[in-house]
């Protein structure tokens, strides 16, 4: 999504390939947590917590 991935190595980190936005890193957890949610049911939780103000 953008410049985010997922790493190959461990699926719990999300990595700014150089120029991802918040947006993209935002966009690509959620659509993780989505892809998740349907496939097995499990609903995944951030473990982060956002500060600002979403634009």
Known sequence: MG???????HCNFLINR??????DIEGLGEEVRRRVLAHSGVEL???IRRIGVAK
């Open 45 to 47: 939780r951030w473990e």
């Open 3 to 9: 410049d985010a991935q997922v790493s190959e190595m």
């Open 18 to 23: 150089g120029q991802a936005s918040a947006a």
